[in-house]
Nanobody, 120 residues
């Protein structure tokens, strides 16, 4: 099982970007999918998560601006980012937790990062 993220880029403050992350493989279930980010010199932090039951959780810093969603049939998670600020600049990582696939269980997987840069 692998996670493949896409959608990062350079945008001006106030702009929008949409990130996608697809899990490949013969997956039966993914409990939680989410996005984390890491800015230079800072620790990786939670951005947003969504459970298989569509319960969402957001960092306070992105509430009202970012929306996380998932398509369970496609094992894909999305992050719609609006009203972007320079402080949102970071490498964004997708995460999947509690993955059941091909009779196996994986507690956690990380995708490769995708760079988001917001210019002022």
């Amino acid at each position: 099982v692998q996670l493949q993220a896409s959608g990062g880029g350079l945008v001006q403050a106030g702009g929008s970007l949409r990130l996608s992350c697809a899990a490949s493989g013969k997956i039966f279930r993914i409990n939680v999918m989410g996005w984390y980010r890491q800015a230079p010199g800072k620790e990786r932090e939670l951005v947003a998560t969504v459970t298989s039951g569509a319960t969402t959780n957001y960092a306070d810093s992105v509430k009202g601006r970012f929306t996380i969603s998932r398509d369970s049939a496609k094992n894909t998670v999305y992050l719609q980012m609006n009203s972007l600020k320079p402080e949102d600049t970071a490498v964004y990582y997708c995460n999947a937790a509690g993955i059941t696939w091909s009779g196996r269980y994986e507690s956690e997987l990380w995708g490769q990062g995708t760079q988001v840069t917001v210019s002022s």
